[in-house]
């Protein structure tokens, strides 16, 4: 690849101001009320794709969001990348915890980010990533390099649990058949020291409902000869874990992947302070299952976590009040060989047989999806690895990550191809917190290394 930074430097600028201009739409795909926003920032992708250099792109309509679709095919005898991202971002709440609005974006310095940081709702997770590949198209085409075949697909409802890519990737196999799916919708360790995430974990959410009296009632006329749905909730709840933190769903760890002695003896030679983990969250201490490292915890191991729970009186000062329903949603990250259907319908079968008479429970199922592993004997990997060798001149380490694509392992099952996760963003960048933001830094770093990997991919192919 010829003239990269160059390239870069010509139209940094430019680079960064688009960005911003969508980093402006509010596309939060779980409220309704930003709908329009959802429809107008789809357009936005389609029309930026059409700038970079793609032949053909089209707007997908699904039930829910439109999928963006684009290629740019030179022959069809190389190879191709399918690139995919999400233009839905979170909801920006709670917003008085931001320092600048979520869809007014700042570029900031911080700690992590000492050349600054885009501060907005989407900056980091998915908008900002996704972006890199438009503009890492945009420069191979316009320099004349683009070694291989490239097909984009942007979704809008990555952050609510992709039901629709789902179907459309099985009703149009052909169209995006590919070599190797591209995706940077995740991180590295620090930017001195690039990783590569190799896994990614499953995923069951789900909500529960514990009703008790049919009314909320005076806890003082009734307070102690009924079942309270809060104290219950809150006891079931407590007893999902044990002393040693291992989850007590009958059957929840039968299908765990084990890793082996030398494979978690490899995973920890990754950099890691203890110290600065605790001093970055403000915790004296970690917490979390017994006989697993702070690292193994947060990748290889399944977890169980409440997300939200409420119920009762939470206005101003106090209310005397038994609640007739108590309610909460909960998360279960799961890894390799746990299947989410199965988690779900275990931790149903469990939470319902766990209720005290006086009570009855609704567990709602929400959505989820498969773990993710990849192989880094793969020339997908080698050329990934090659690529970030070459630009932060360094040898990437690969890293399971904690996070979840739940489309990831169906992208393998109906496409039958492999996906390798060129994330650039921080675990310090806030994605789903207030004050999201990626690094000006991070940002180039991709747009600049993406063309390597097409350079490599491409010669490692033939
Ligand atoms: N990009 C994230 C997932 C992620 C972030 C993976 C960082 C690894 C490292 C994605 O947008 C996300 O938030 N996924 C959700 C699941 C989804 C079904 C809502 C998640 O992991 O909670
Ligand atoms: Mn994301
Ligand atoms: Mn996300």
């Known amino acids: 690849m010829k003239n990269v930074k160059n390239y870069l430097s010509e139209n940094k600028d430019r680079f960064l101001n688009e960005l911003i201009e969508l980093l402006k739409i509010p596309s939060?795909?779980?409220?309704?009320?930003?709908?329009?926003?959802?429809?107008?920032?789809?357009?936005?992708?389609?029309?930026?794709?059409?700038?970079?250099?793609?032949?053909?792109?089209?707007?997908?309509?699904t039930a829910g969001y439109p999928i963006v679709y684009g290629e740019k095919i030179i022959n069809p005898d190389l190879p191709t990348v399918l690139v995919y991202g999400h233009y839905d971002v979170q909801p920006a709440d709670p917003i008085d915890l931001w320092h600048s609005p979520p869809f007014e974006p700042v570029?900031?310095?911080?700690?992590?980010?000492?050349?600054?940081?885009?501060?907005?709702?989407?900056?980091?997770?998915?908008?900002?990533q996704m972006y890199m590949h438009v503009k890492a198209l945009e420069l191979m085409v316009k320099t004349d390099q683009l070694p291989c075949n490239v097909k984009f697909m942007i979704e809008g409802e990555e952050e609510v649990g992709s039901n629709n890519l789902g179907i459309y990737v099985a009703a149009n196999k052909a169209k995006l058949a590919n070599d190797v799916i591209l995706i940077s919708d995740t991180g590295m360790i620090a930017n001195d020291v690039p990783s590569i995430t190799t896994g990614l974990r499953g995923l069951s959410y789900v909500e529960v409902e514990v009703t008790g009296p049919n009314r909320d009632l005076h806890s003082g006329l009734y307070g102690g000869a009924v079942a309270n749905p809060i104290n219950i909730l809150t006891k079931m709840i407590a007893s999902l874990h044990d002393e040693n933190n291992h989850v007590t769903i009958p059957g929840f760890y039968d299908k765990v992947e084990e890793l082996s002695k030398e494979e978690r003896a490899e995973m920890a030679k990754a950099p890691f302070s203890l110290e600065s983990y605790q001093k970055a969250l403000d915790i004296e201490s970690v917490y979390g299952e017994k006989g697993y490292s702070t690292n193994e915890r947060n990748s290889i191991r399944?977890?169980?976590?409440?997300?939200?729970?409420?119920?009762?009186?939470?206005?101003?000062?106090?209310k005397t009040v038994i609640a007739s329903k108590a309610f909460a949603k909960i998360s279960m990250r799961l890894v390799p060989n746990q299947d989410w259907k199965e988690i779900t319908e275990l931790f149903k079968t469990h939470f319902e047989s766990i209720a005290p008479k006086g009570v009855t429970v609704k567990v709602k199922p929400h959505h989820g999806g498969q773990g993710y592993v990849t192989p880094i004997d793969t020339i997908a990997y080698q050329a990934a690895s090659k690529a970030y060798e070459t630009t932060f001149g360094k040898k990437p380490i690969p890293q399971r990550s904690g996070g979840s694509i739940p489309i990831v392992s169906l992208f393998e099952k109906e496409l039958g191809s492999k996906t390798i996760l060129m994330g650039f963003g921080l675990d310090s960048d806030a994605i789903h917190s207030p004050n999201e933001h990626f690094g000006v830094w991070n940002y180039f770093k991709g747009i600049e290394t993406i063309p390597y990997f097409y350079e490599y991919f491409t010669e490692m192919n033939k």
């Open 28 to 61: 939060v795909s779980a409220d309704p009320a930003y709908s329009q926003d959802v429809i107008d920032t789809a357009e936005t992708v389609k029309r930026r794709l059409e700038e970079a250099g793609c032949d053909v792109v089209e707007i997908h309509e």
């Open 302 to 318: 399944p977890t169980l976590d409440v997300n939200g729970i409420w119920g009762g009186y939470i206005g101003e000062g106090a």
């Open 107 to 128: 570029i900031k310095k911080n700690d992590a980010h000492p050349e600054g940081a885009i501060y907005a709702r989407g900056a980091c997770d998915d908008k900002g």
